[in-house]
């Protein structure tokens, strides 16, 4: 498991906040995994939170809900120009950037957007993101909760000029939630003392007061998973 993975969820999680979702693995390590959902548009727009970014946003120009931890805070992902994808030092002396994988980087939503966006084909912008405490993936693999595939960097979603953007080409096929189905559910349950993947660079506190969400709830996705029958 590396970053740039996508996590598919199966079709037997039925658990609200990852039903129908597609992952994107953003750092995997031995202190956790952290990523973000990349099918759950909001119907907030990104000019009403973060207007310095709006322009360089992918169609469409909305927060994505990237998972249910730290939801007050914003995190950005865009994809690198084609040319600089091959070459590892693209990003020597460039602050603001880091990169994931191949073509996707993180972006640091304090930095100036003139200085960065003329290396990308463009960005996007996502509420929270989706973490995992040491094992937990690993279990909820070993429980076939998700299917993993190698990402590709472009997708159905397209920057201002109309380049792809993004790791997106799984989540067409596992795509937008069905009708009815809420935008975001529960935060899974970390077991105590467990350490939270932290939010790094690219991430950023904004008050997001304007987009409205449910309670916080706090039901793991294994107890609302649905069991596969036992042969006996």
Same mark, same amino acid.
């Given at each position: 498991?590396?970053?740039?993975?996508?996590? *598919?969820?199966?079709?037997?999680?039925?658990?609200?906040?990852?039903?129908?979702?597609?992952?994107?693995?953003?750092?995997?390590?031995?202190?956790?995994?952290?990523? *973000?959902?990349?099918?759950?548009?909001?119907?907030?727009? *990104?000019?009403?939170?973060?207007?310095?970014?709006?322009?360089?946003?992918?169609?469409?120009?909305?927060?994505?809900?990237?998972?249910?931890?730290?939801?007050?805070?914003?995190?950005?992902?865009?994809?690198?120009?084609?040319?600089?994808?091959?070459?590892?030092?693209?990003?020597?002396?460039?602050?603001?950037?880091?990169?994931?994988?191949?073509?996707?980087?993180?972006?640091?939503?304090?930095?100036?957007?003139?200085?960065?966006?003329?290396?990308?084909?463009?960005?996007?912008?996502?509420?929270?993101?989706?973490?995992?405490?040491?094992?937990?993936?690993?279990?909820?693999?070993?429980?076939?909760?998700?299917?993993?595939?190698?990402?590709?960097?472009?997708?159905?979603?397209?920057?201002?000029?109309?380049?792809?953007?993004?790791?997106?080409?799984?989540?067409?096929?596992?795509?937008?939630?069905?009708?009815?189905?809420?935008?975001?559910?529960?935060?899974?349950?970390?077991?105590?003392?467990?350490?939270?993947?932290?939010?790094?660079?690219?991430?950023?506190?904004?008050?997001?007061?304007?987009?409205?969400?449910?309670?916080?709830?706090?039901?793991? *996705?294994?107890?609302?998973?649905?069991?596969?029958?036992?042969?006996?």
């Amino acid at each position: 498991m590396v970053p740039g993975t996508l996590l *598919v969820s199966s079709v037997e999680l039925i658990e609200p906040t990852f039903r129908r979702t597609v992952v994107y693995l953003v750092e995997h390590s031995p202190g956790g995994s952290l990523g *973000v959902v990349l099918n759950r548009p909001s119907e907030t727009a *990104v000019h009403d939170v973060l207007p310095a970014w709006a322009s360089y946003t992918a169609r469409p120009q909305a927060l994505f809900v990237g998972g249910p931890v730290k939801r007050d805070s914003a995190l950005c992902m865009g994809t690198l120009r084609a040319p600089l994808a091959a070459n590892p030092r693209a990003l020597d002396g460039v602050r603001g950037l880091r990169r994931v994988q191949g073509r996707v980087v993180m972006v640091d939503l304090d930095a100036d957007p003139s200085e960065v966006v003329s290396l990308l084909d463009g960005v996007r912008v996502f509420v929270g993101y989706s973490g995992w405490s040491p094992g937990q993936l690993a279990g909820e693999l070993a429980r076939n909760d998700w299917m993993t595939l190698s990402a590709l960097p472009a997708g159905r979603a397209r920057g201002r000029a109309g380049r792809p953007v993004g790791p997106g080409a799984a989540a067409s096929a596992h795509a937008a939630s069905p009708a009815g189905h809420p935008p975001i559910g529960r935060e899974p349950e970390l077991s105590a003392g467990a350490r939270q993947p932290g939010c790094s660079a690219g991430a950023r506190r904004e008050n997001l007061a304007g987009w409205a969400h449910p309670p916080e709830q706090t039901e793991h *996705v294994r107890h609302n998973r649905t069991p596969p029958e036992r042969s006996t």
